[in-house]
T-cell receptor, first 113, second 114 residues
Framework: QKEVEQDPGPLSVPEGAIVSLNCTYSNSAFQYFMWYRQYSRKGPELLMYTYSSGNKEDGRFTAQVDKSSKYISLFIRDSQPSDSATYLCAMRTIIQGAQKLVFGQGTRLTINP | GAVVSQHPSWVICKSGTSVKIECRSLDFQATTMFWYRQFPKQSLMLMATSNEGSKATYEQGVEKDKFLINHASLTLSTLTVTSAHPEDSSFYIC??????????FGPGTRLTVT
């Protein structure tokens, strides 16, 4: 079983739709939960970062963490064509000062005008 | 956010040759740098972690003699793929962090081995 599971999609929705992206994880040691956006042939860029259960909102993006279910989500409201990218969830541990990120497979999202 | 650069952005080399990829943190001191590999339509897989001035720590299954990592300064790490083969063709991405704070990712280097 992979430590982080993410539906690879692809996911295609019309402009303006609400998008829901999800990941599950198995390692209880994960302390931080992130969502990255990656455009084709580019490095990932950090979108959202949280460490506690609950919701965190930033503009059109909302990150949700449920530690009891080991489930995280990213919601995109009023989706735009420029949101078309691959979205990767990532979980981070810090043990004795050393950090490690484990990524999900990534979901390829297309927003159609 | 902090800026991390990689050079080259794309490299083609012949099978059996070696290629070096540079990763630089432009505006902060990167005490730790990470090297990832990403195959098409797959996620980033951590290859190794390096702390400035120390030997790199490699993930299980990554050949340390094939993927040589040097982190000699707080702003530069290099990954050398030795005796490259077509199966080494991939997208290599580095990231840098100050201590255990957020990792900032470079734009990636596409390696094609012919």
């Amino acid at each position: 079983q992979k430590e982080v599971e993410q539906d690879p999609g692809p996911l295609s929705v019309p402009e303006g739709a609400i998008v829901s992206l999800n990941c599950t994880y198995s390692n209880s040691a994960f302390q931080y939960f992130m969502w990255y956006r990656q455009y084709s042939r580019k490095g990932p860029e950090l979108l959202m970062y949280t460490y506690s259960s609950g919701n965190k909102e930033d503009g059109r993006f909302t990150a949700q963490v449920d530690k009891s279910s080991k489930y995280i989500s990213l919601f995109i409201r009023d989706s735009q064509p420029s949101d078309s990218a691959t979205y990767l969830c990532a979980m981070r541990t810090i043990i004795q000062g050393a950090q490690k990120l484990v990524f999900g497979q990534g979901t390829r999202l297309t927003i159609n005008p | 956010g902090a800026v991390v650069s990689q050079h080259p952005s794309w490299v083609i080399c012949k099978s059996g040759t070696s290629v070096k990829i540079e990763c630089r943190s432009l505006d902060f001191q990167a005490t730790t740098m990470f090297w990832y590999r990403q195959f098409p339509k797959q996620s980033l897989m951590l290859m190794a972690t390096s702390n400035e001035g120390s030997k790199a720590t490699y993930e299980q299954g990554v050949e340390k003699d094939k993927f040589l990592i040097n982190h000699a300064s707080l702003t530069l790490s290099t990954l050398t793929v030795t005796s490259a083969h077509p199966e080494d063709s991939s997208f290599y991405i580095c990231s840098a962090s100050f201590q255990s704070y957020e990792q900032y990712f470079g734009p990636g280097t596409r390696l094609t081995v012919t």
